[in-house]
């Protein structure tokens, strides 16, 4: 162990900055990380052992302890549990003959929950040992426990779906794409090569301008002006970097996932175009844990355009230098917030900052530093091909170009939708085939839980912004008990714990929405839970806290008379159950200090 680990360090330039690719390097190997790992780590990293300790014990797919020869992570999100989680979960509990959380005595499989992988539009689904299984039933969980026992290897358990790219040999998966509808920008026809060859044949602030102009603004759902991104950046001296966030991890999107393998060239060429506009030489895609699947291939996509001169030394004969690596996560929510992916790319807990300074200014290794979302550097390309005017011709007067949809829940026709900015919640609708529509959360659940009424509304950045994520709810779902507690339940174990507020006020309100769906809860409780939000709002430093509370938030305005019909029409002892449910969250995080004080 000890001579394979110091192989695997020495293979990362003994490079403290790239910690968390030792971490999965050696879990990899060897199925957990051991004591004996860290302190190897720590004396060749020149690091104590608490800063190893810091990153393994902050990200939900680093063990300390074997997980089982076949490991089995169910998604437990909101879709899956829709869609039929509960009886796979039950089947897999069965055959296995163990609960889920634990492992066989003979360690031969272990069961494990874990949140939204990416895959809403084709529920339940479930990663065994890093590979995904979709659409899983009992005959098909029956099967993959028959094989485990049988000493079937994952690899020969899942089929090479012929959907495009992924019939490459090099991502075996169950995954389907299902790409619904295509626009003009992402999903049009497309040829590698013709954006950045144009770009190279003008300046950096050329480039610039022309993002400014066309309008473009992010597509992970801030909204923020690429251009003006960019051209921030291109004022600082100094080492430059290119950042892509492929974190994908909003319960309920799934688009990137369809781009990195539809279009992983078009991605790439994207990040080279930002290289060449801001001055940089180095790109990182941040890749969620979740698609490890895809790596392989992605590789193999990188590696064909450093043959094709598209990547590396002298691009196309330009004098131009840019080259690309992938930093895989490890699975935590948070790192979908750009301050905090920079600090998981360097090999930290994915704790956000504070800012100022912002990453423009002093990002990747304190260096200037872009960082945008895949699909936003995908329209890059498009933009540079054929011109601002081009682009700001399609959307709305505020909000340019296409936007991209993962669009899943209770319709017929879940998936992946390019539309032009401007379309009506009812046209989605109507577009998807959904029917007895109760609400649509719209942008997973850190956004808006949207009733009938205001199906007329636009998604637009000037009216309904979304990252991406479309959840369709039916009337028949319980929306308090089915919706707003799993989102509560995920939002309250996603909080990286550095604020205060987050780490308490979460599980305050996943306690409190617990209550009045068993039945227990009081007025006093509803009105508390809106103070308990706007709180947590207010005093946390990153978008997780500031929006964890907007299931019940929106809810309450919106959806009201569910509250008022569970709960009770008293306001006996409210301050007392609000005592004892803030000191009993509290306390579960450490924190009964705070409310004694």
Not at 154 to 178: E, H, R, T, Y
Request: proline letters at 3%; aromatic letters at 8%; charged letters at 25%.
């Amino acid at each position: 162990m000890k001579e394979k680990i110091i192989s695997i360090i020495k293979a990362h330039g003994t490079d403290t900055a790239r910690l968390m690719d030792i971490l999965l390097r050696v879990q990899a190997e060897f199925g957990y990380v051991s004591t004996e790992a860290v302190s190897i780590m720590a004396t060749m990293l020149h690091i104590s052992e608490v800063d190893v300790v810091q990153t393994l014990s902050f990200y939900h797919f680093f063990t300390t302890d074997a997980v089982g020869k076949y490991a089995v992570y169910m998604n437990n999100s909101l879709v899956s549990c829709m869609m039929g989680m509960k009886e796979v979960v039950d089947e897999f509990e069965k055959q296995a003959g163990i609960k889920f959380g634990s492992k066989t005595p003979d360690g031969l499989i272990g069961l494990y929950y874990t949140a939204c992988i990416g895959m809403n539009d084709q529920e339940p689904a479930a990663l065994i040992n890093g590979i995904v299984f979709t659409e899983l039933n009992r005959e098909k969980v029956r099967n993959i426990v028959a094989d485990m026992k049988a000493g079937k290897s994952v690899n020969d358990m899942v089929a090479v779906i012929g959907d495009g790219i992924n019939a490459n040999p090099l991502m075996k998966s169950m995954v389907k794409n299902n790409i619904r509808k295509s626009g003009p920008v992402i999903l049009a026809d497309y040829t590698l090569g013709i954006g950045i060859a144009k770009a190279l044949t003008t300046d950096s602030k050329s480039v610039i301008k022309e993002v400014k102009d066309s309008n473009l603004r992010g597509r992970g759902g801030a909204g923020f002006p690429t251009g003006m991104k960019w051209d921030f950046c291109s004022r600082e001296t100094g080492v430059h970097y290119v950042l892509c966030n492929a974190d994908e991890g909003e319960p309920g999107t799934f688009k990137d996932r369809v781009l990195l393998t539809e279009r992983a060239y078009m991605v790439f060429e994207g990040m080279t175009i930002g290289g060449y506009a801001i001055g940089a030489a180095e790109g990182i895609l941040y890749l969620r844990n979740e698609y490890t699947y895809m790596k392989a291939y992605l590789e193999n996509v990188l590696n064909d355009m450093r043959t094709k001169n598209f990547l590396g030394n002298n691009i196309l004969g330009k004098g131009f230098n840019f080259d690309i690596r992938i930093q895989m996560g490890a699975g935590a929510y948070v790192c979908g917030e750009e301050s905090a992916l920079i600090e998981s790319s360097e090999g930290k807990r994915g704790e956000p900052r504070n800012r100022p300074p912002f990453p423009v200014q002093k990002g990747y290794k304190g260096k200037p530093t872009i960082v945008n979302n895949v699909e936003t550097f995908c329209s890059v390309v498009r933009i540079s091909e054929k011109g601002a005017s081009w682009y700001n011709a399609i959307g709305t007067s505020e909000s340019a170009g296409t936007k991209l949809l993962s669009i899943s829940g209770d319709c017929k026709l879940p998936g992946v939708y390019e539309i032009a900015w401007g379309m009506s919640i009812n046209e989605m609708l109507e577009m998807v085939g959904a029917e007895n529509v109760q609400t649509v959360q719209v942008a997973g659940p850190s956004g808006i839980c949207l009733p009938p009424k205001q199906f007329d509304r636009k998604i637009a950045l000037e009216d309904l912004p979304t990252g991406g994520s479309m959840i369709v709810i039916g009337q028949h779902r319980d929306l308090l008990k089915d919706v707003v507690l799993n989102f509560m339940e995920f939002f309250a174990d996603e909080s990286c714990g550095s604020c205060v507020t987050c780490r308490s006020f979460n599980m305050i309100l996943r306690n409190a929405i617990e209550k009045i769906v068993d039945g227990h809860g009081i007025k006093k409780d509803v009105e508390n839970m809106l103070a308990w939000s706007e709180i947590l709002r207010k005093t946390t430093r990153c978008g997780l806290g500031q929006t964890s509370s907007n299931p019940i938030s929106t809810t309450i305005k919106n959806f009201r008379e569910l509250y008022d019909a569970r709960v009770k029409d008293v306001d006996y002892q409210s301050d007392f159950d609000m005592q004892k449910s803030v000191l009993a969250s509290c306390e579960a995080v450490g924190r009964s200090s705070v409310v004694h004080e």
